[in-house]
């Protein structure tokens, strides 16, 4: 069903589980994590790879030989409306 509309439509949260890393910028790589504190959430993570964590529902965090890994430390773009930095990333080690 289609339907037209002048606002935002937020997706449904059917799934959710499979839709990992999480929020906006994918700075949350698991929805243990999500429900953590922000101060408390992870500050970098691996990236590109598809190891799924059943018991913290999203993505391992800490691979052998990693891709990329997710920095949430670093400051990109910050603006006024935002309580936390831009997410950045960079290529691991070796790659």
């Known amino acids: 069903m289609c339907r037209t509309t002048r606002s935002y439509v937020a997706r449904r949260l059917d799934g959710i589980w499979a839709t990992a890393p999480y929020l906006h910028n994918g700075s949350v790589p698991t929805l243990h994590d999500l429900l953590l504190p ?49 997410t950045w990333m960079k290529p691991t080690a070796g790659r």
């Open 38 to 86: 922000a101060n408390e959430r992870p500050a970098s993570f691996a990236i590109g790879h598809r190891n799924f964590d059943p018991v913290r529902v999203g993505y391992l965090t800490r691979v052998p030989d990693p891709i990329f890994e997710f920095e949430t430390t670093i400051d990109a773009i910050p603006t006024p409306a935002m309580s936390t930095v831009l």
